[in-house]
């Protein structure tokens, strides 16, 4: 099947009465997708909304699992320092491979931007070669990239992106950043009772707390940047819940430049992940979509499949007998706090890389499938970037611009 041109976007966000949205001088059309690991959104995914005029996002975690020639090195490795070395230095080889071909494939057209979770214990090192390998990019969620201005000094050109979910987290990464004489590039504010995958909230209970309102938090944020003297100067991206036109005119209408997607862009043709992985997304009824402590001691949001059906029956149990392991079953070590090796009964007991791992391959008896709480904006249909781009500009569902 092959696809021909894409439509005219710029002159679609002119007749929207949209907002561009301008990142590091660039403009850019006001969708970001949202990165998804582990394997989700890589060089594909990314490089075909970047290809359209907006900021496509790689993940950077565990990109390995997409190279059968660097899982073949690795993915039997047993427990040691040396070995932990080999797979990190894997990880990272993929994460470059990556970006090199998102970069190719993206006819340098939009932002390749690049997210790295502040949770995982190599953070730094992804930071570092993701701007070594060209990110036009870094986003970082799960935690306070305070020290993000530091590790990117060397690429003044690359555009720095904290998430954070309510103005308090906001105003100590701006404060943090201003002793360091940074600003944030932009900012996406992400609400936990809306997204998908790791969450901004402290407990299951917090999700529903009134302060993530995006009604709360854009105009707080608004202020808090005019009293910085930050005024126009810090885009707002808001994540969670976005399905459609309407959704993005509401937004900007409250101050916000952007807004960012991830699962509806998880459910397209380019998406990375295995075809029965975008079914499993794309089927799934407001009442299959739970959320649960993940490993990293963050509320996560989820499809209940029959993996997590009978983890969340096994949980009473398996937080009765939580102790700390002398070491990671993968031999990986993938985040800095990990409920599970370090015997925290409060968060998860599992291993997140690997069912994270056994579901971008679509296994869904294994695997962990991520999704937000929203309706897709095609039902349980899979469609193509470009028809989804089309469709949040317009709210025209289209036909397939396809020939073959």
Sequence with gaps: MVRTTSPDFESLLVKSGLKTLKIKGQALLPIVQGGMGVGVSAHRLASSVARCGAMGTISSIDLRRLHPDLMHQTSKLTYSEDNKALIDQANLMALKREIELARGLAQGKGMIAVNVMKAVSDYACYVQCALESGADAIVVGAGLPLDLPDLAADFPSAALIPILSEARGIEIVLKKWAKKHCTPDAIIIEHPRLAGGHLGASSLEDLQNAKFEFETVIPQVLTLLKNMGLEGQVPLIAAGGVRCFEDIQRLQALGASGVQLGTAFAVTVECDAHEHFKDVLAKAKSSDIVEFMSVAGLPARAVMTPWLTSYLQALPKLQAHAKKKERCTLGFNCL???????????????????????????????????RGAAELPFGQDIRHVDELMMHLLTGVQGARNEIG
């Design 336 to 370: 800095k706090e990990c409920g599970l090796m370090q015997g925290n009964a409060s968060a998860g007991q599992f291993c997140i890389d690997k069912v994270l791992g056994q579901a971008v391959t679509g296994d869904v008896e294994k695997g962990l499938f991520f």
